[in-house]
């Protein structure tokens, strides 16, 4: 081979060798945006495994991707009637919704949205009536979808819940929404639903307004959700609801509210009417002032997470990971014949909420310095945890975790694996973990 010819080869095999150009911010967002909106949670976590293989991509270009994620357009403003068919677990669910897009929306801004959820045999159709002077003030859109299924009122079922966070997704990646200022609210049924949502999803709203409607105490069916009132204490909440109303309604709604108030909830009202049936008067609340001062603090100093099951354990940075055997969904109490029948019906329904509080899993964790993290306080959990974001760990130094009476270190490792297998379930650009810290077996 001649001079030119070994030149021409070594041209070649360089370019042959040579790392593939790392894709454009542009590219990346086309990436992560596919991903994002695959149907299924295990599709979407299969593509964020893919996303977090490709070493050319540098985590800093997640990260930025990340951050300003959405591609967001004008929009009609007032309102509306509109259809989309939503993934609802394994099924696809034909959806009307009514929504409201204030005067000042800007798709370059971030903005409210509040969730309304509507009444037995209702529908999302007028919802946001109540809604619209609050909304222009606030530049907050209004989405109410209509139940799909079965409008027999409320069964604190999982495809319920399935339903209504199907319905925030698809208005999150219609309208550029702010993550720290997402409200829910519902009449009735969609009081209980408004009640659901947060009691199992604590760290995704900012304020809640059920217009009657309450937790359920229950023991069987995996419905009590009332056994998770503690972790709503950050929670601003106003309830509205007729003093006349269903006696069992109400005993649920009472105690929920002493247990919030035990835990020293920060602001959290039960606004009672006397002489209303199942009712409420709307004007008892500046729904301006309540909501505009409500916001969600995605880094709280102290988490405390509670649960019965797996795919329900995370808020904020912490997720429960396994639980004990002692942890139970239903509840089936064991008590002597002659104390049952004893009791007057109020202290069988306080009997039967203390047997769940004591079967399900809780675990308090504090950010007690920059570099520490402690559980102080805990009950059937097994493992857990720590999905921490930048500012929330020591990038040079190694992470202490004390849990039960010992301290550990752990040696923070930054990865894209993380933050994307979070981003596409949550895609939340206020709050992206980029560190996982696991603790027990």
């Not at 007032?78 to 993934?87: D, F, H, I, T, W």
Request: hydrophobic share 45%.
């Amino acid at each position: 081979m001649g001079l030119l010819g070994a030149l021409l080869a070594t041209q070649v095999l360089a370019q042959q060798t040579e790392p593939a150009p790392a894709p454009s911010q542009l590219e990346l967002a086309r990436e992560l945006a596919l991903a994002v909106d695959l149907p299924t949670p295990k599709a979407r976590r299969e593509a964020a495994k893919r996303l977090a293989a490709r070493k050319e991509i540098a985590l800093e270009s997640w990260l930025a991707a990340a951050q300003s994620f959405g591609n967001f357009a004008r929009d009609e403003v007032g309102s509306r009637v509109l259809e989309a068919e939503l993934q609802v677990l394994d099924a696809i669910e034909a959806t009307e919704l009514q929504v409201f897009v204030p005067r000042s929306y800007d798709p370059e801004k971030p903005h409210p949205l509040l969730m309304a959820f509507h009444g037995t045999g209702g529908s999302g159709r007028g919802m946001e009536r109540n809604w619209v002077a609050t909304a222009e003030a606030l530049g907050m859109l209004v989405v109410a979808p209509s139940e799909a299924g079965a409008n027999e009122g409320y069964a604190f079922h999982p495809r319920e819940r399935a339903a209504a966070h199907a319905a925030l997704r698809w208005a999150r990646r219609r309208w550029n929404i702010d993550e720290d200022r997402v409200y829910l609210s519902g009449i009735s049924r969609g009081g209980h639903l408004a009640w659901d949502l947060a009691l199992r999803s604590p760290d995704r709203f900012a304020a809640i307004a059920p217009l009657i409607g309450g937790p359920r105490l229950h023991a069987l069916e995996g419905q009590n959700n009332l056994r998770f009132v503690e972790q709503l204490v950050h929670l601003p909440i106003r309830d509205l609801q007729g003093a006349e109303d269903d006696p069992g309604l109400l005993f649920n709604l009472r105690l929920a509210f002493a247990k919030l108030a035990a835990a020293k909830a920060r602001d959290a009202r039960l606004l009672e009417f006397r002489g209303v049936g199942h009712g409420f008067d709307f004007t008892a609340v500046d729904w301006t002032e309540f909501l505009g001062a409500a916001r969600r603090d995605p880094r709280p100093a102290s988490v405390v997470r509670l649960a019965v099951r797996t795919d329900e354990a995370r808020a904020f940075f912490l997720e429960l990971t396994r639980l004990t055997k002692d942890a139970q969904e239903d509840i089936r109490p064991k008590v002597e014949a002659a104390r049952w029948n004893a009791m007057s019906n109020d202290e069988k329904k306080g009997f039967l909420q203390e047997q769940a509080d004591r079967a399900t899993a809780r675990l308090l964790v504090r950010r007690a310095a920059p570099d520490l993290y402690a559980v102080e306080e805990e009950r059937h959990v097994a493992s857990f945890r720590l999905l921490l974001a930048d500012g929330l760990f020591a990038p040079e130094a190694p992470l202490r975790v004390k849990w039960r009476g010992k301290e550990t270190k752990k040696t923070p490792k930054r990865e894209a694996r993380v933050l994307l297998e979070d981003f596409v379930e949550r895609f939340d650009r206020r709050y992206l973990p980029v560190v996982e810290i696991r603790c027990g077996g």
